[in-house]
């Protein structure tokens, strides 16, 4: 995806931020034995709503959860949009170039971030990206059907010594035929590189030069259905669409909501940029500082608690 993009889904309708989440108290006048009987169904229904808070649909994708904000939240439950309560200030974990005031929901309510890499960044140090926190890193593999980007394999090789699982990502070509391009990512990504998902890369790109074509929304869909059933049978693994604003509306919103998605929205959260849409990963800025990483560096949120990354590491990760 390119290294810097016009920021998209900015609307001229001001924030409201929600109220804190109040419990109404029990008479005072009831005694202790009875408030306590009243209690215990509330109770029950938070355990079991806790229970099944790590997944929402057949992807099993996560709605947000706001594991660090300091108001109270709700753990999500299956199928609902978004059950987060957001904290007052707006902060990002990581310095960048050209901040973007996200308001009350903003990246820095999540605590495990990644990056997402190409031969754009070129020498990166690792050993201090992983002492920065970063968590994972998608690497950009391939392009159409025949272009292997110059750096993934010493990218990945850094990240793998460093102990950040990586996730090899496909840059579609509009202008050559799916099946190409699933046979040549297959062809060039070892199944060692896999260690996250493989991800399939969807948007436009009007800077490329020798491809201007934008077929219909269901020559779209048919193509990623093309390529993602050929990836998905080699490597054994449902992979992982990153797509942008304009090109989800214009192709694929309402479809593919059996795989889990990676959205960019570099200018609101995405339950705004992306109504009721469930996601798993959040691309939130292309102009990020990361210690080790020389330049601006795109970087992304999972929508969750540390805790469930560990959980998703586990069912997805090899």
Known sequence: MPLTAQRSGTTSTPRRRRPPLRLSPVALSVRPSLRLARLLPGL??????????????PAEVLTPVAATAPAVSVAPVPGAASTVSYAPQSVTRFDDHDPFEFGARHPGLYPVHGIDVSKYQRDIDWQEVRRA?????????????????????????????????TAPYHFYYFCTPARDQALWYIANVPRSAVRLPPVLDMEWNAKSPTCKLRPDPATVRSEMRIWLDLVERHFGRKAIIYTTVDFHRENIDGHFRDHQFWLRSVAGHPEKVYPGHPWTFWQYTGTGKIPGISGPADINAFAGSRAQWQAWLKKHAR
Do not use: M, N, W
Request: charged share 15%; net charge neutral.
């Open 44 to 57: 029950a229904l938070l355990l079991a709503l806790a229970a099944c808070s790590t997944a929402s649909g």
């Open 133 to 165: 926190g970063v968590a994972f890193a998608f690497i950009k593999a391939t392009e159409g059907g025949d272009r292997l980007d110059s750096r993934f394999h010493d990218h990945t090789a850094g990240a793998r010594a460093a102990g950040i699982p």
